[in-house]
């Protein structure tokens, strides 16, 4: 079942819907239409508040054993890294077409990522599939930006996770060790750090793809001092 991909059928739910309540409607657009600008245009002028893009496409994996589909449908949506470019892709049209917020989702693994998705038009970032590595993440970085309001920037453990589901690399980290930093980016991957701060650095740079979160993690320390640190003990990544 493909729904949301025709402007007019898009155009008549909205129609149907908004008249209901006065609440904020957010519409999410599916990737699999042959122009999303036009189905986002349909939803703006019929009087959504703001949309959000983009949900799974349709795929399908195979149990290795009997070859058969894993799902009973037999597809399901694929999201995560995979469908990170066509995300960047389709918010920039959107972007290009529609005055009303854009929420930017597909593939968020890291900060740079995060980014991407704001300089294609995001005007917000949610994360999903990452989710699932720790589902209350969101909830303890929240509690230690309340708890430290004189923090500048947070980092904490790590793990990796093999096709399976199992763990099999944890990285329990110290509190800050200048030396250590100096040797390895102990910050990486899911480093939460101040909006302030950033800006007043600048942010990501240009030429050092590969490395921005080291090089970000460096200058951000660098300004806000080594007392502004957390270290959050858990694997959060």
């Known amino acids: 079942l493909v729904m949301g991909a025709d402007p007019d059928e898009v155009a008549a739910l ?3 819907v908004r008249p209901l309540t006065d609440k904020p409607l957010l519409v999410k657009l599916p990737p699999n239409a042959s122009d999303v600008a036009a189905v986002a245009v349909a939803a703006e002028q019929a009087g959504a508040t703001a949309l959000s893009l983009i949900n799974t496409l349709r795929g399908m994996a195979l149990d290795p054993k009997t070859g058969s589909p894993w799902l009973g449908g037999p597809t399901g949506g694929v999201s995560g890294p995979a469908v990170r470019a ?3 892709a389709q918010l920039h049209a959107v972007s290009e ?7 930017g989702m597909g593939g968020v693994q890291s900060g740079r990522d995060a980014l991407d998705l704001i300089r294609a038009g995001a005007d917000l970032v949610a994360v999903g599939t990452e989710s699932f590595r720790d589902p209350v993440a969101g909830s303890r970085i929240a509690a230690e930006l309340a708890a430290h309001p004189d923090t500048d920037i947070f980092y904490s453990d790590e793990d990796k996770i ?9 990285y329990f980290k110290p509190d800050w060790n200048p030396d250590l930093f100096l040797a390895q980016n102990v910050i990486s991957h899911l480093g939460v750090y101040r909006r302030r ?7 990501f740079r240009t030429g050092f793809e590969g490395s921005q979160d080291y090089d970000l993690a460096l200058r951000a320390i660098e300004r806000a001092g080594p007392a502004r640190l957390r270290h959050i003990p858990h694997i959060l990544y």
């Not at 093999?162 to 944890?170: I, L, N």
């Not at 701060?197 to 942010?203: F, H, P």
Request: charged fraction near 20%; charge should be positive; glycine fraction near 10%.
């Open 97 to 103: 077409a529609t005055t009303i917020p854009l929420i």
């Open 197 to 203: 701060l950033v800006e007043a650095i600048g942010g």
């Open 86 to 88: 066509i995300a960047l």
């Open 162 to 170: 093999d096709a399976r589901g199992r763990r099999f690399s944890p």
């Open 14 to 16: 909205l129609q149907r």
